[in-house]
T-cell receptor
Framework: QKEVEQDPGPLSVPEGAIVSLNCTYSNSAFQYFMWYRQYSRKGPELLMY????GNKEDGRFTAQVDKSSKYISLFIRDSQPSDSATYLC???????????FGSGTRLLVRP | DGGITQSPKYLFRKEGQNVTLSCEQN?????MYWYRQDPGQGLRLIYYSQIVNDFQKGDIAEGYSVSREKKESFPLTVTSAQKNPTAFYLCASSIYRLNQPQHFGDGTRLSIL
């Protein structure tokens, strides 16, 4: 079992839709979680960074962590074609420098 | 503007050849990392360095080598021992403290001729 699992997609939605992207993880010791956005042929760009459980909002983006079910989500409101990219979730354990990535979900927002 | 610069953007390797990928950062970050990205597999850690003149192997270090002679620079050499080098290589850096997010360059795509 991979430590972080992500549905590869692609996920195709119409412009303006609410998008839900999800990851599950296996190790309850994971405490810090991040979402990166990666456009084609570019490096990942940090979108959201959260600690432990709860929600964090930044503009149209909301990151949610549910530690009881080991589930993290990224919601995108009023999705735009420019949101079309691959979204990667990542985490690492406390006291470790090693990031663990999901394999990424490809999102396509249709005009 | 501060950032991470990777060069070249595209690189081709002949059989039996070593090639070196460049990574330079002006973020004043202590820690630097090299990842390999293959389709559908996410990012896998090759090597990382927390301070100058020190580096550690990641999960897939075989066939690769690195050096860290300057804080700003962390070049990666893909040696002829790496039998499947075709991939997208990403360099990242972070503040040298636990749980600091990593920031990435725009990658080098390496292909075999």
């Amino acid at each position: 079992q991979k430590e972080v699992e992500q549905d590869p997609g692609p996920l195709s939605v119409p412009e303006g839709a609410i998008v839900s992207l999800n990851c599950t993880y296996s190790n309850s010791a994971f405490q810090y979680f991040m979402w990166y956005r990666q456009y084609s042929r570019k490096g990942p760009e940090l979108l959201m960074y959260t600690y432990s459980s709860g929600n964090k909002e930044d503009g149209r983006f909301t990151a949610q962590v549910d530690k009881s079910s080991k589930y993290i989500s990224l919601f995108i409101r009023d999705s735009q074609p420019s949101d079309s990219a691959t979204y990667l979730c990542a985490t690492w354990m406390d006291s470790s420098y090693k990031l663990i990535f999901g394999s990424g979900t490809r999102l396509l927002v249709r005009p | 503007d501060g950032g991470i610069t990777q060069s070249p953007k595209y690189l081709f390797r002949k059989e039996g050849q070593n090639v070196t990928l460049s990574c330079e950062q002006n973020l004043n970050h202590d820690a630097m990392y090299w990842y390999r990205q293959d389709p559908g597999q996410g990012l896998r850690l090759i090597y990382y360095s927390q301070i100058v003149n020190d580096f550690q192997k990641g999960d897939i270090a075989e066939g690769y080598s690195v050096s860290r002679e300057k804080k700003e620079s962390f070049p990666l050499t893909v040696t002829s021992a790496q039998k499947n080098p075709t991939a997208f290589y990403l360099c990242a850096s972070s503040i040298y403290r636990l749980n600091q997010p990593q920031h990435f360059g725009d990658g080098t795509r390496l292909s075999i001729l």
